[in-house]
């Protein structure tokens, strides 16, 4: 069966310090890759998604970046991070074209 | 802008009673509405979905209602349980963008025991 891993769990990092957040899934090949952000309140925001090594398309301007750089890793980075940057960041994944995407458990980031 | 609109944001029921969470959307390109649950500190879990052939899909106790001229589906929860107290969205898809979730603001949902 088909597992997402996420790590790490929570992180607390300070302003202008650069981030590195990792999701690997496991049980699929060539899998359609996604970050979220959850902000309070605020539903789910789709960030980049990717469908294949090194495509990687970013669904809102930010000062964040991803990268893909083997089939079934996903890397959330940042150079300087924003107090805006915090929240809830989610990994999912899809295969095809299914529509069905299937999440990990998060990263609770907190930018102090 | 947000392209799904949820409501309540908030839903108190009692042990027994039906949940009802509501959902709006625009684009008629959407063409695959799921529903997912989350529990704090956890990823959202895909609960049930539907596609706009159907006016109706029932698992269960969940039970997703589908009006495609009014662009709304909602869900229903019927006999409610502690258990299901939890955060719902709503999400819309379509299915060239190959699992891009347009998701709602969440309804956290309180049932009393």
């Known amino acids: 069966s088909q597992t997402i891993h996420q790590w790490p769990a929570t992180l607390v990092q300070p302003v202008g310090s650069p981030l590195s957040l990792e999701c690997t899934v496991e049980?699929?090949?060539?899998?359609?890759l996604y970050w979220y952000r959850q902000a309070a309140g605020r539903g789910l925001q789709l960030l980049f998604y990717s469908v294949g090594i090194g495509q990687i398309s970013s669904e809102v301007p930010q000062n964040l970046s991803a990268s893909r750089p083997q089939d079934r890793q996903f890397i959330l980075s940042s150079k300087k991070l924003l107090l805006s940057d915090s929240g809830f960041y989610l990994c999912?994944?899809?295969?095809?074209?299914?529509?069905?995407?299937?999440f990990g458990q998060g990263t609770r980031l907190t930018v102090v | 802008q947000q392209q799904v609109k949820q409501s309540p944001q908030s839903l108190i029921v009692q042990k027994g009673g039906i949940s009802i969470i509501n959902c709006a959307y625009e684009n008629t390109a959407f063409d695959y509405f799921p529903w997912y649950q989350q529990f704090p500190g956890k990823g959202p879990a895909l609960l049930i979905a539907i596609r706009p052939d159907v006016s109706e899909k029932k698992e269960g106790r969940f039970t997703i209602s589908f009006n495609k001229s009014a662009k709304q589906f909602s869900l229903h929860i019927m006999d409610s349980q502690p258990g299901d107290s939890a955060t719902y969205f709503c999400?819309?898809?379509?299915?060239?963008?190959?699992?891009?979730?347009?998701f709602g603001r969440g309804t956290q949902l309180t049932v009393w025991p």
């Open positions: 999912a994944w899809s295969v095809g074209t299914a529509t069905e995407a299937f």
């Open positions: 049980g699929t090949s060539n899998p359609n």
């Open positions: 999400a819309a898809s379509r299915g060239s963008t190959l699992g891009r979730l347009y």
